[in-house]
């Protein structure tokens, strides 16, 4: 598995965990999204070092996610079901583990890191992941560029735009 | 109940990361126990009654009525420790009051490029940098 497939297979047994039994595409495309604008904000790295994400109606969403999705339900880590959903008004597409989580490759730090963010992440609405979505630097810059004019749909958000915080900056001063 | 970043537990079995020796010891909650919660350990720092010689904060035993002694947080020593491993009398025993949790945030900051040890991966780092950013605000330097 590569390193997203494994991030999507962790999000979904921590949302097992967690009391939820599947999640939509929407939220995995979002929760991705925000925890690499996370790690970028706080550990002044990517936790995925090769996905792309790209400005949609809705946000961020990935072409990268979506075929590591395709994948996982191919190998039969992961299913798919079509549910109907009044809440939106459209079908959700609900994704789940389709068995027990597949070993991950992540370390105990990286796992942390995860287990500290996730359980948040996973009680937003809809609503609020997009919220979220919208308050960082990548979707803030393209949100500029677009001047309430028409979406700039497919281009691909600027991760180098976010900010790393300054504490983190500092301590890295401190080491010197 | 659930542990937050402060909190003083008392471990009758706490093992140490590097050696794997256990001994009763005390131990200063650096993340909140929901980001560990499903490894079945707390991320403390060990509390002893010896001064460390760099990144330790003294714990007056006026203030904290848990020590028979002053004691010092040991930022150079932080261990994923089992829970298995708590003391099963009341828990937290003691809390940093306000103005230790600032003075013990700049210290932990400090030690974690210095200090070899887990908090030193960059996600472990960033992850601390967060959680204790949300529970103080630093005066501007």
Redesign the interface.
Known sequence: MTRLEQLLVFILD?AK?EGKSDLSQFQLFKIPYLLQV??L?????P?LADTVFIREQNGPISVNVYAALENLQKSGHVKKEVKENQQYGYAKHAFSLAGKMPPVSF???????L???L?DLLKLTHKDLKKEAYETEPMKEIHAKEKGRHILKGVVLNFNSVAV?P??V???A??F | MSFKIGDILFFDRYQFTDTGETKPHFGLVV??E??????GSV?CAVITSKQPKHWGLCLYKKYYSCFVRDSFACFDRKD?VSKDGLDLDMQPRGTLTVPDIKTAYRIL??S???IDD?GK???????I???W?KIIALPKK
């Open positions: 921590r965990k996370y790690s904000k706080y550990s002044g790295t936790f370390d105990q730090a990286e796992i942390i890191f287990d500290n963010f359980p915080d504490d983190v500092d301590s890295y401190d080491e | 993340l909140p929901h980001a560990t919660k499903y490894q991320f994923l900051r400090k974690l490029f210095v887990l991966s960059p996600f472990l780092r960033g992850v940098i967060y959680e950013k």
